[in-house]
Structure formats: structure tokens, C-alpha cells
T-cell receptor, first 111, second 116 residues
Framework: KNQVEQSPQSLIILEGKNCTLQ??????????LRWYKQDTGRGPVSLTI?????NTKSNGRYTATLDADTKQSSLHITASQLSDSASYIC??????????FGAGTILRVKS | DTGVSQNPRHKITKRGQNVTFRCDPI?????LYWYRQTLGQGPEFLTY????????KSRLLSDRFSAERPKGSFSTLEIQRTEQGDSAMYLC??????????????FGEGSWLTVV
């Protein structure tokens, strides 16, 4: 069964600190992996998209890594800000027309 | 272009009533998706359109649910005889397949449904 599992389920960090969110998947075949940021009550916003051949991709203070051999990805947030508080969702595509979503990691940045 | 637009943003309805949500995708996007999301969960796929053709429906989409995209532009999602279990956020997304940006899927802000 195609699944995407994220950890931790939730995380609280102090403003200015770094953090790393994890994503493991069993989706096969693999086409691409995406990270989305979803603010409470809003729609998801794309942060990064990585294909099989890409190991890392950055978007400002967000850096995503992908290990297609171990089927793992991480999202690293540098110098966190209060506005980073949101749910971060890992999404994997099998190249078909559906996306498999993880349940998300809820990040709260405290001042 | 203001992105993917969904209306209404919030809807409270009594059990048994019908509701309809509208989605206006990004202009010229040929693919349109509907997802459902409940609290603490990621979005679940419901259906998608390529232009006006509905190409796939999830088993989550019971016969009380119907989606249309009559002219290949906006789409509607209708839920008949609503049940409390239908309470969720209904997300619409669109993409332009066949271009370099075809992998990017843009989501709307969602339509919250509460069935009382």
C-alpha cells in the first residue's frame, strides 16, 4: 500500500532555532516528492519539488533532501521565525494522477 | 491572476441538505483536483479533471457526491443528503500539465463544511 509517514507529529521550537522534519514513503513507482506548508485554515502552499535525480533543493530558509534509495526525505528549516508555525506536509507522486499525502508535522515556533 | 479561488469559504448546513462548492482554477490550467481534508490529517484525493473530462474518482466519492467541470474552466462539487461525516475542508487544486511547471499543483484556500 502506498503510504507517506511523517515525524515528528508535532514540534515546538524557539524562534531562531533550526529544525528538521522527516518523511518516509513506500510509494512505488516514484516520480517526485513535494513539501507543502499549510497554515491553519488555509490551503497548502508548495515549498519544494524533487524528482528522483535530485538530492537537495532549497527555497530560502527551507532545504529539502531526498534519498530515493532509502525512500526518505527531510525538510530543514533554518533560523526559524514565528511565521514558520504551520503544518508541513510531505507529498509523493507515483507519476500517475494522484498524490499520496502524509498527515503532516505541526510546527510551532515560540518567541 | 489571483490563484485558485473557492466559494463559499465556509458553509454550515443541516444534515440531509444539499451543498455545492465552486472552484475557479488558475486561468488556463487544464487539470483540476478535488481533495478532502479533516483535522490533523493530510488531504485525501477525491477526483480530478483533465479539461472537462473527469478521469478518475476515488472510492471516497460516494454516490452522494458529484463533481462537474462543464466547460473545462470552473468546477463544482455537490454533496447531496449531507451527513455529519461529510464535515471537512474541501480543497480544490489546479495545474498546467504539459509544461515545465506541470508538476506544481496550486491549492485554493479550501471550503469548510460543517454538517449539524
Amino acid at each position: 500500500k502506498n503510504q507517506v509517514e511523517q515525524s515528528p507529529q508535532s514540534l515546538i521550537i524557539l524562534e531562531g532555532k533550526n529544525c528538521t522534519l522527516q518523511c518516509n514513503y513506500t510509494v512505488s513507482p516514484f516520480s517526485n516528492l513535494r513539501w507543502y506548508k499549510q497554515d491553519t485554515g488555509r490551503g497548502p502552499v508548495s515549498l519544494t519539488i524533487m524528482t528522483f535525480s535530485e538530492n537537495t533543493k532549497s527555497n530560502g530558509r527551507y532545504t529539502a533532501t531526498l534519498d530515493a534509495d532509502t525512500k526518505q526525505s527531510s525538510l530543514h528549516i533554518t533560523a526559524s521565525q514565528l511565521s514558520d508555525s504551520a503544518s508541513y506536509i510531505c507529498v509523493v507522486s507515483d507519476g500517475g494522477n494522484k498524490l499520496v499525502f502524509g498527515a503532516g508535522t505541526i510546527l510551532r515556533v515560540k518567541s | 491572476d489571483t490563484g485558485v479561488s473557492q466559494n463559499p469559504r465556509h458553509k454550515i448546513t443541516k444534515r440531509g441538505q444539499n451543498v455545492t462548492f465552486r472552484c475557479d482554477p488558475i486561468s488556463e490550467h487544464n487539470r483540476l483536483y478535488w481533495y478532502r481534508q479533516t483535522l490533523g490529517q493530510g488531504p485525501e484525493f477525491l477526483t480530478y479533471f483533465q479539461n472537462e473530462a473527469q478521469l478518475e474518482k476515488s472510492r471516497l466519492l460516494s454516490d452522494r457526491f458529484s463533481a462537474e467541470r462543464p466547460k473545462g474552466s470552473f468546477s463544482t462539487l455537490e454533496i447531496q443528503r449531507t451527513e455529519q461525516g461529510d464535515s471537512a475542508m474541501y480543497l480544490c487544486a489546479s495545474s498546467l500539465v504539459g509544461t515545465g511547471d506541470g508538476n506544481t499543483i496550486y491549492f485554493g484556500e479550501g471550503s469548510w463544511l460543517t454538517v449539524v
